[in-house]
């Protein structure tokens, strides 16, 4: 009895659904996007060359900014976790102030609504959008200094060089 069959009712639904995926989902992208991007240029040994010369680039510039300590580097995890969550939960707080305006105040005119929707609308974006950008930097901050992200480009490198070593041995 409460399946509604109003397509907007499932709109609602599958947007709270998206919402609550999108960091399961992100986080599976994050963790194999290397080992894919590894996977992939094993296809021949010209881009085997090309990625092992891409992540040594990638490790001297990462080499160049000093390595963080581990107090540092967990500090930074919990300020990117706190921009994204910062964000997220006021954008949640917009759609549901869209939800409640739309469906929750009947004897208010949609006119006297659009106001609440716009700024709902305005703030949400705004929380998101600097939400992101502050993970962003963040999280890029923290890579770049990480002695745990340069271990495993070192490990990449040194899985594609044996790799490379097994298909071309005169390398």
């Known amino acids: 009895m409460w399946l509604h069959h109003d397509a907007s009712w499932w709109a609602l639904v599958l947007a709270i659904l998206a919402l ?8 599976l992208a994050n963790l194999t996007t290397p080992v ?3 996977w992939w240029a094993e296809r021949s040994v010209a881009s085997l060359k090309k990625r092992i010369t891409n992540l040594e680039k990638q490790l001297v510039d990462y080499e160049q900014y000093p390595e963080l300590s581990e107090a540092e580097t ?6 990117e976790a706190l921009s994204m969550m910062l964000g997220l939960c006021i954008t949640m707080l917009a759609v549901v102030l869209i939800v409640l305006s739309q469906y929750g105040m009947p004897t208010v005119s949609a ?7 716009l700024l709902a609308l305005v703030s949400g974006s705004m929380a998101f959008l600097l939400g992101v950008i502050g993970f962003g930097r963040i999280t890029k901050f923290r890579t770049q200094r990480s002695p745990f992200d340069r271990n495993n480009l070192r490990k990449y490198v040194g899985q594609l060089k044996e790799k490379l070593a097994k298909r071309n041995p005169s390398a």
């Not at 006119?111 to 929707?117: A, G, R, W």
Request: net charge positive.
């Open 74 to 79: 967990y500090i930074l995890l919990a300020t």
């Open 20 to 27: 609550i995926l999108m960091y399961p989902v992100s986080l």
């Open 111 to 117: 006119h006297d609504k659009m106001p609440i929707v």
């Open 36 to 38: 894919l991007k590894n």
